[in-house]
Every structure is written in structure tokens, then in C-alpha cells.
């Protein structure tokens, strides 16, 4: 079952996602099972919002970029919001 997830990330800067981004691009199979993904800019750091095809997938995901994440500084912060999927689609597919 699909799965979104909303992670808060509050007091992490575009500078810190794209340093970790480039570091995760290096492995690209780190992504298994990520259907979409999208970063907002807010007042107080960014927010995440991710649709997994399981949730297997994303802990699989989880377990390896946040180790990457606090060496490169990023503060710990609550766990992410993580609710089973309805329905998706993509436009067009």
C-alpha cells in the first residue's frame, strides 16, 4: 500500500537539502519505491512531502539517509507524519 509521508524540517535550509541531495544522488537506488517527492520552502526551514509505494521502502530509505543527514549537521526533528494512500495517479500516465 502507498503511503505519503509529510516530514517538518524546521531550521534546515535549501543549502542543507541540496548538500544532502547531492550526497543521496550518488547512490540512486536509495530511491527504490519513491513515487514522488517534493520540498517546500516555509518561514521556519523547509517541508517535505514524499509518496512511497510502501513503507517498507521508505524505512529502507529512512534507515540509510539519516545517518547522511546528521553527519552533515541537520537537527533531529520530530518523526515525520506518515498516512496510508487512498488513491494516486499521475496526469496523463
Not at 547531492?22 to 513515487?35: D, N, V
Not at 509505494?53 to 524505512?59: C, D
Request: glycine share 8%; proline share 8%; charged share 15%.
Amino acid at each position: 500500500m502507498a503511503i505519503l509521508v509529510h516530514a517538518v524540517l524546521d531550521g534546515v535550509t535549501t543549502d542543507q537539502y541540496d548538500t544532502l541531495n547531492a550526497k543521496l544522488q550518488s547512490t540512486p537506488e536509495i530511491f527504490e519505491g519513491c513515487i514522488a517527492h517534493a520540498c517546500v520552502s516555509t518561514d521556519s526551514g523547509l517541508e517535505v512531502f514524499d509518496l512511497w509505494a510502501s513503507e517498507a521502502q521508505m524505512k529502507a530509505f529512512a534507515d540509510k539517509m539519516l545517518p547522511v543527514a546528521i553527519g552533515l549537521g541537520w537537527p533531529e526533528g520530530p518523526a515525520p507524519r506518515v498516512v496510508p494512500v487512498y488513491k494516486h495517479w499521475v496526469p496523463g500516465a
